[in-house]
Structures are given as structure tokens and as C-alpha cells.
């Protein structure tokens, strides 16, 4: 079983940059493909972006493409989200997850979720 926590939130201006770790127990971490997701304030968590258990292959939302970065370092068991050209609408808490199985763009195909951490955006 993987625990994840995740850290690196805070306050940004529009425009700005802030890099995520999601920090990982447990011996599957390093086969496991890893997901970030986001949720706003009365909407439903999206899925933000993913990363292959190599780090060979990235994927994203269409809403983050060409802004954010997914990365990993399986020997540190971390994978990171850096965001760039930060935006309002960006505001939301931040979730790493682990893939179980299935298209990495839908929620209900990853477990093991972090606690979240904060990430506003302000204008």
C-alpha cells in the first residue's frame, strides 16, 4: 500500500510559479504511474495531469497543457507538479494519487490519495 503526502501549496500572483511534491511510502510507488488531481471550491475533482511509472510519458489536461510540468525522481519516491504562468482559475487543492488501472483521466481509476494542499491564485 502507498501513502502519499503532498506539500508545496501557498499563495501566488497570477502569472507566478509553484512546484508540488507528492512524497511516497510503500514498495510499489516505483511501478505505479501517478496522477495529480485538482478541486475547486462546489466542483467536482479533475484530473490535472499523469506520469508513467518510468517518467517516460506525461500527460495533461488541456486546461494545464504548455503551463504545468509532471515529473518524478522514483528514488526519492516523489513526483512533482511544477506550475507555470499560473492563473485565477487555477485555484483549487492540489491531490496526488496513485494509478490502480484503466484511462489515467478519470478519478475513479486511482487510489492511495494524499491529504491535498492549497494552491490559490490570486489576480
Known amino acids: 500500500q502507498v501513502q502519499l503526502v503532498e506539500f508545496g501549496g501557498g499563495l501566488v500572483q497570477a502569472g507566478g510559479s509553484l512546484r508540488l511534491s507528492c512524497a511516497a511510502s510503500g514498495r510499489t510507488f516505483s511501478s505505479s504511474a501517478m496522477g495529480w488531481f485538482r478541486q475547486a471550491p462546489g466542483k467536482e475533482r479533475e484530473f490535472v495531469g499523469a506520469i508513467s511509472w518510468s517518467g517516460a510519458n506525461t500527460y495533461y489536461a488541456d486546461s494545464v497543457k504548455g503551463r504545468f510540468t509532471i515529473s518524478r525522481d522514483n528514488a526519492k519516491s516523489t513526483v512533482y507538479l511544477l506550475m507555470n504562468s499560473l492563473k485565477p482559475e487555477d485555484t483549487a487543492v492540489y491531490y496526488c494519487?496513485?494509478?490502480?488501472?484503466?484511462?489515467?483521466?478519470?478519478?475513479?481509476?486511482?487510489?492511495?490519495w494524499g491529504q491535498g494542499t492549497q494552491v490559490t491564485v490570486s489576480s
Open positions: 494519487a496513485r494509478h490502480i488501472s484503466g484511462s489515467y483521466y478519470r478519478t475513479s481509476n486511482f487510489g492511495s
